[in-house]
């Protein structure tokens, strides 16, 4: 994400929880995510709980942070990334968002450059996180999703081919407790699923549909105690036999949990650039690096966590 930061930055504080669709006001979060057309780093005076009118959509080159104070994004709606590049959302609570068309982190038309890290999202009425419509390039790290049906989509529809495209990489997340599905649920596109901590799930933890592909590596996979054990699933079949591409490497199952990796064929590569490569650790070492995922607990704004 080098394209936020730079001599040409604007730093701007949030002093004011209202918010105004229609003209927002100086000191709102609208006003720093969508009216500033240049680099923007936004932080927050102090605690402070946001209800948003409509979806808040985020233009690029944007920086939300909210370290060192304790941030809500709550009751309504919550953030659109639309047409958007070089987004950063970090240390943020976001729940009880309610339905609202589309998605309700990552929007319709394609997004790139997207890190979407040490937030915690639970209780929606639809997803906590979508990445749809061609969007790519997205990291979601260090996140705790708890309480919740359908945690992350990647992939519009069935029909949206665009979404081929797409890459995401998963790491460090805490998934649980009760959550039921969509830890993600991909399609089309290419998801690299690592490092992560499943806390159980009801009818699965990653699934898929129209040739999508996964590389599963080094995540702790802890089955429920009663019900469905399998970790994956695969929506219908292919009269051609079974295209998911969906590979587990190096992963760690407990309480009888399974994985029905793809037979044959070749375990995706991520294919990141110098930057973007990062070492996967041992499974054994998922507790420990999933400890502090969600939002960090900073004392102030100058700790570095």
Partial sequence: MMNNIGNDLVYYEVTDPSDDPINPKPGTLRYGASMIQQKVWITFKSDMKITLAKPLLISSFTA?????????????????????????????????????????????ITASKIWIDHNTLHDCEDGLLDVTRGSTDVTISNNWFRNQDKVMLLGHDDGYIRDRNMKVTVVYNHFGPNCNQRMPRIRHGYAHVANNLYQGWMQYAIGGSKEPSLKSQSNLFIAPKSGNKEVTWRKGSNENGDRWE????????????????????????????????????????????????????????????
Avoid: W
């Fill in 64 to 108: 939300i942070d909210g370290r060192g104070t304790n941030v809500h994004i709550s009751n309504n709606a919550c953030f659109m990334i639309f047409k958007a590049t070089n987004v950063i959302i970090h240390s943020i609570r976001i729940h009880h968002c309610k339905s609202q068309a589309p998605g309700l982190v990552v929007g319709p």
């Fill in 246 to 305: 969906f590979h587990s490497v190096g992963d760690v199952f407990e309480n009888g949990a399974s994985f029905t990796a793809t037979e044959g064929g070749r375990v995706p590569k991520p294919n990141y650039s110098e930057e973007q490569r990062f070492k996967v650790l041992d499974a054994k070492s998922v507790r420990f690096l999933t400890k502090s995922s969600g939002v960090l607990r900073c004392t102030n704004k100058k700790s570095i966590c």
